[in-house]
């Protein structure tokens, strides 16, 4: 009788005994996302302090002019080792001399199609052999035209997203085994508001930010899983429309408020993201908080604040 009852009655001890752990596992879970806000708060008043970056060896793309150039003399101005990569020969060139008079790091300058798969693989190479691993990885470079999908033409589709898309994956693919060897690094993806949003006269743009974003939050996720957790980090940067010449006919209801940001202001503030560990940001930071809470929304709500705001771009084509 006695080992009949122990029989009848271990699966149901077992069961109270699996719902406990689960309830108990649950519990911490909820107790370390407690100390997790509780931290993020403390660091509102308290900004986490900013990690050196003069020892980095920085590769930024699509440095010829705009926000990539502005990164290339903010990380410069570090004392970082910055290699400026762009197809412009020309203007990158350019960025390289003003990098050199701060006269802190190193600057070097390469021509390359990122959107060509060889041509970034023989780059890497190159460029491990003329200056070493590269640290840091800030994928900047993209296009953006600005017409109804209608009027996208097969080969502009095509081209954003070999240049938008495409090319990050082939300089992660390339540089990230430089990150490896040296068993520590950081990839920064420029997506966009245009990659949380959708915007008229973007639809391929915003699809090619919409999937940067994605790349970016699976290689975190990837990133996690392995031997390099918390030794290769990555962080998504969305910007707001930038003074950079791709908005060719921005519309903007609050200038005051939502005005073209400054290149200069995006760079630093993208440098501070690097520098701080942050996983994604948006420039304006309010930005990211807006998006998330009107996500919670129904739908009709998120849309008149969309129309509220009444900012983006005109047809280029007008």
Known sequence: MIEREIIHTTPASKRIFDVLKDVLQFFELYVRILLELFVSLVQIVLPKKQKDGSGEIVLITGTGHGIGRELALHYASLGSTVVCVDIDGKNNLQTVEKAKRLNLGEVYSY??????????????????????????LVNNVGIMPTHPILQQSAEEI???????????????????????EKCRGHI?????????VGISNLVPYCATKFAVRGLMEALHAELRQGPFRDLIRTTTIFPYMTNTGLCKHPKVKFPSILGLLDPKQVAKRIVEAHRTDLMEVTIPSCLLYINNWTRLLPDHCGLMLKDFIDSGVESDLI
Do not use: Y
């Open 158 to 180: 095509q081209r954003v997203f070999d240049v938008n898309v495409f090319s990050q994956f082939w300089t992660i693919q390339a540089f990230l085994p430089h990150m490896q």
């Open 111 to 136: 021509s390359c199609d990122v959107s060509k798969r060889d041509e970034v693989t023989a780059l890497a190479d190159r460029i491990k052999s003329d200056v070493g691993c590269i640290s840091v």
């Open 188 to 196: 920064i993806c420029m997506s966009s508001i245009a990659g949380l």
